[in-house]
């Protein structure tokens, strides 16, 4: 089975920087995803990390770390539009197992 | 790249009311299809996949059943809703086992049962 756990909800501020964490327990591993949902929306991909280190895609990167069973997603330069919530998902066993996401709200 | 097309976007079913969802998928073949729900304020949970026409594995017992009648297309479906079946249903893709970048999702269907 697969066990994922976040941090409900943070607080930043525009241009700020913000680590999201995710912990995941799992018998089966074949990649880490973090995505972005909106309210009311699907969620978005935003990266992708299958050995451990860490992956820059422009504001956001991605680290990851297998025999911890740890990543985090840091977002840079923070944008009212990234107030969201961010999914941490692990693909193993033909499937992808989401955590409940932690709700960031970006303010002025 | 894929394209998953899903509907509706909104349904407000009464309780003992059958539902059918329905979800296709463009720009792949033989891709790995999923549907998930996500209750409010809650995470994405996995009810159904499909690895092939035909086949499907169910993830959580409960009175909602699945289909995949052709390759592309996977249908999720209740004889009778329940309160508790309210939701945000998702229908995801991804080309296949072991592909290394994410799924694609629907724009999802709001369920709200009275």
């Known amino acids: 089975g697969q066990n994922i756990d976040q941090p409900t909800e943070m607080t930043a ?9 995710c912990t995941y327990q799992t018998s089966g591993f074949n990649g880490l995803f973090w995505y972005q949902q909106h309210a009311g929306e699907a969620p978005t991909f935003l990266s992708y990390n299958v050995l451990d280190g860490l992956e820059e895609k422009g504001r956001f990167s991605s680290f990851l770390s ?3 069973g740890y990543s985090y997603l840091l977002l840079k330069e923070l944008q009212m539009k990234d107030s969201a919530s961010y999914l941490c998902a692990v ?7 989401f955590g409940k996401g932690n709700q960031v709200v970006v303010i002025p | 790249s894929q394209t998953i097309h899903q509907w509706p976007a909104t349904l407000v ?12 998928v463009e720009g792949t073949s033989n891709p790995n299809l999923y549907w998930y729900r996500q ?4 995470g994405l949970q996995l009810l159904f996949y499909s690895v092939g026409i035909g086949q499907i594995s169910s993830e959580v017992p409960q009175n909602l059943s699945a289909s995949r009648p052709q390759d592309r297309q996977f249908i999720l479906s209740s004889k009778k809703l329940l309160l508790s079946d309210s939701g945000f249903y998702l229908c995801a893709s991804s080309p296949g086992a072991g592909e290394n970048y994410g799924y ?7 369920l709200t049962v009275v």
């Not at chain 1, 501020?13 to 964490?21: F, S």
Request: charged content about 15%; overall charge positive.
């Open chain 2, 39 to 42: 209750a409010a304020g809650r």
């Open chain 2, 104 to 110: 694609t999702f629907g724009s999802g269907t709001r």
């Open chain 1, 66 to 68: 297998r025999s911890k």
């Open chain 1, 13 to 21: 501020t525009e241009g700020a920087i913000v680590q999201i964490n």
């Open chain 2, 13 to 24: 079913q009464p309780v003992g009311s059958p539902l059918s969802l329905e979800c296709t």
């Open chain 1, 91 to 97: 693909f193993g066993n033909n499937r992808l197992a």
